[in-house]
T-cell receptor, first 113, second 112 residues
């Protein structure tokens, strides 16, 4: 049982480049999330999808877009990467948006130079 | 602003001691809380959760206490082991239908 799978694990981008971070879960969860984690900070919510077909902004959505492709997959896109987006990105999923354990992927370490 | 914060960024204990990690939250409407453990290079892992209709919940070697009066959450780890060394985060669900909001974390270091 793979749980939550993120790709890629590492990425280096030049300022202005675009890329998409992929996330897939095999637990038949309704809700999926994208967080970023910076040194000394907790995890900050970028976007979430409470259920298939819906997406909502979190605390730090600027510079990002998301797509809930289907129930399994939730992607995060950086249209024009900036050094401030250097971070570790975590995807998570949970059975319900009303509470309940969220399962996390292993993270994508992104560096923007 | 409102946030879920931890009282101490670091905590150092000896192996075998009991550890207590604290967390303060500011939103009295939050009704669900989770503690996560994050080891270096990995994603957060669930430890234990508690709903606002409870004051205490116990797991294996861990206990979560919730004091709604002062909006305080704590994680107690009994007989702390070197494998418990990690960053611990508390998280709250502030509003049904949204997502967990995390605090900044406490780094627990266990020495032998």
């Amino acid at each position: 049982n793979a749980g939550v799978t993120q790709t890629p694990k590492f990425q280096v981008l030049k300022t202005g480049q675009s890329m998409t971070l992929q996330c897939a879960q095999d637990m038949n969860h309704n809700s999926m999330y994208w967080y970023r984690q910076d040194p000394g900070m907790g995890l900050r919510l970028i976007y979430y999808s409470a259920s298939e077909g819906t997406t909502d902004k979190g605390e730090v959505p600027n510079g990002y877009n998301v797509s809930r492709l289907n129930k399994r997959e939730f992607s995060l896109r950086l249209e024009s990467a900036a050094p401030s987006q250097t971070s570790v990105y975590f995807c998570a999923s949970s059975a319900s948006p009303t509470g309940g354990e969220a399962f996390f992927g292993q993270g994508t370490r992104l560096t923007v130079v | 602003g409102e946030n879920v914060g931890l009282h101490l960024p670091t905590l150092s204990v000896q192996e075998g001691d009991n550890s207590i990690i604290n967390c303060a939250y500011s939103n009295s409407a939050s009704d669900y809380f989770i503690w996560y453990k994050q080891e270096s290079g990995k994603g957060p892992q669930f430890i234990i959760d508690i709903r606002s209709n409870m004051d205490k919940r116990q797991g294996q070697r861990v206990t979560v206490l919730l004091n709604k009066t002062v909006k305080h959450l704590s994680l107690q780890i009994a007989a702390t082991q070197p494998g418990d060394s990690a960053v611990y985060f508390c998280a709250e669900n502030r509003q049904a239908g949204t997502a967990l909001i995390f605090g900044k974390g406490t780094t627990l270091s266990v020495s032998s």
